[in-house]
């Protein structure tokens, strides 16, 4: 099997590097300083959970005479999302499998409107990875799979294939059947810790160390929670409780969201595949969504990167 990884930043990076140290038939799509860097030096991961090693698979910007592959991880941000997948729809064939790996409810029916239905998988990861430089990626915590399947929630022969090729070369694997589960547990968990820290400024510990700023996040995931709801998802009664007991619990105190380091950072925000996301699905399913609106509004200045 062939594979490619395209956004080869923070997950993608982790991932890349995972498959090309296992032997794998791998390509890392990539631009700017960091392809060069990816070309010249290789890529550098520096693991808690696997040591720091070098790899040197091949890398691109444009792969129109690359060919089909067998899988595509799809890593970019959103904000990113239709632009790759239109410039690299080259990668997709007939029987191509393609899993996506951003934060987000409805990414799948994005990129199946642009490269087919067919071909795309449900995907999502805990693993907190952040590129350091330009051909350095640094992974830390305990997280460690990749968790995808089918999105008609069943296991098919297809995803079977995938994972143990994905296990034979390094990837740690979760293979599930109930995909579109986990991906709403995961967005009223994401839609709170994106969107409080990023209007706050403020790391996990400083955020729940403030009682009100903690039931701001109880609040936005209970609002996210209810829209699922609505939608016919059958989300757990106290999923609320736990997601945010283990926040409290497992995060590190001065762990900050990916949003909120983008917002330092003065980069774009992937705000509306977030709580954008959120009030936009809450005004179709008729559930108020006022805290998720809040934010929304808060950071929508912000979207495109630092105002001039």
Same mark, same amino acid.
């Given at each position: 099997m062939r594979a490619a990884v395209i956004g080869a930043g923070g997950i993608g990076g982790y991932l890349g590097a995972l498959l090309a140290r296992g032997g794998a038939d791998v390509l890392l799509v990539a631009r700017g300083p960091h392809l060069e860097a990816l070309r010249r030096r290789g890529l550098t991961l520096e693991s808690q959970l696997f040591g720091t090693f070098t790899v040197q698979p091949p890398a691109r910007g444009e792969v129109r005479d690359w060919g089909a592959v067998d899988v595509v991880l799809f890593c970019v941000k959103t904000y990113d999302l239709a632009a790759a997948a239109h410039q690299y729809r080259d990668l997709v064939g007939q029987h191509t499998a393609v899993i996506p790996v951003q934060n987000g409810i409805d990414v799948a029916e994005h990129l199946g409107a642009i490269l087919g239905t067919e071909h795309i998988l449900g995907g999502l990861t805990y693993v907190a990875g952040r590129l350091l430089e330009p051909g350095r990626v640094r992974q830390q915590g305990h997280a460690r799979e990749l968790v995808f399947g089918e999105l008609e929630g069943r296991l098919t022969g297809r995803v079977g294939e995938i994972a143990d090729y994905l296990s034979a070369h390094g990837v740690p694997v979760d293979l599930?059947?109930?995909?579109? @589960? @986990?991906?709403?547990?995961?967005?009223? /968990?994401?839609? #709170?810790?994106?969107?409080? %820290? #990023?209007?706050?400024? %403020?790391?996990?510990?400083?955020?729940? #160390?403030?009682?009100? &700023? &903690?039931? @701001?996040?109880?609040?936005?995931?209970?609002?996210?929670?209810? /829209?699922?709801?609505?939608?016919?998802?059958? =989300?757990?009664?106290? *999923? /609320?409780?736990? *997601? @945010?007991?283990? =926040?409290?619990?497992?995060?590190?105190?001065?762990?900050?969201?990916?949003? =909120? &380091?983008? =917002?330092?950072?003065?980069?774009?925000?992937?705000?509306?595949? *977030?709580?954008?996301?959120?009030?936009? *699905?809450g005004r179709e399913s008729g559930v108020p969504t006022p805290l998720n609106h809040a934010l929304y509004a808060a950071l929508k200045p912000y979207v495109g990167g630092a105002p001039a």
């Open positions: 599930r059947a109930d995909m579109r @589960l @986990l991906l709403w547990e995961k967005f009223v /968990v994401i839609c #709170a810790t994106s969107g409080v %820290l #990023a209007m706050t400024r %403020l790391p996990f510990g400083k955020v729940f #160390a403030c009682s009100e &700023t &903690t039931a @701001l996040m109880r609040g936005v995931m209970e609002e996210v929670y209810a /829209v699922g709801r609505r939608r016919g998802v059958p =989300l757990s009664p106290d *999923l /609320v409780d736990r *997601l @945010l007991q283990y =926040l409290q619990r497992q995060m590190a105190p001065e762990a900050r969201s990916s949003q =909120l &380091t983008d =917002l330092e950072a003065g980069r774009p925000l992937e705000l509306e595949f *977030l709580n954008g996301a959120a009030v936009r *699905l």
